[in-house]
Nanobody, 124 residues
Framework: QVQLVEAGGGLVQAGGSLRLSCAASGRTFSPYGVGWFRRAPGKEREFVATLGWSMISTYYTDAVKGRFTISGDNAKNTVYLQMNSLKPEDSAVYYC?????????????????WGQGTQVTVSS
């Protein structure tokens, strides 16, 4: 079993930054891909960013490209999402997940473990 715990969410003004973290316990992230998804009120969960186990390949949804950066620290068994230039439309509950494959994973169905989520609210 893998337990994932997100942290770092909160309330921030538009244009501000937050760094989310996702710590794994039980088993490590490696050698699996990891990712971040988000769910805004009344919307479906959507893909945000993913990182392959080699920590080289990354993919982002178009809405966050150039503003968000996903990274990982194998020694700390932690994945991060640095979010800059935040916009009100980024407000959502953010979830980290561990993919069932070694590669970066863009589909929610490819993930076998999820965290409980952390709320991000961006005020205008």
């Amino acid at each position: 079993q893998v337990q994932l715990v997100e942290a770092g969410g909160g309330l921030v003004q538009a244009g501000g930054s937050l760094r989310l973290s996702c710590a794994a316990s039980g088993r490590t992230f490696s050698p699996y891909g990891v990712g971040w998804f988000r769910r805004a009120p009344g919307k479906e969960r959507e893909f945000v960013a993913t990182l392959g186990w080699s920590m080289i390949s990354t993919y982002y949804t178009d809405a966050v490209k150039g503003r968000f950066t996903i990274s990982g620290d194998n020694a700390k068994n932690t994945v991060y999402l640095q979010m800059n230039s935040l916009k009100p439309e980024d407000s959502a509950v953010y979830y980290c997940g561990r993919c069932a494959y070694r590669r970066a994973c863009l589909l929610a169905g490819e993930y076998d473990y999820w965290g409980q989520g952390t709320q991000v609210t961006v005020s205008s």
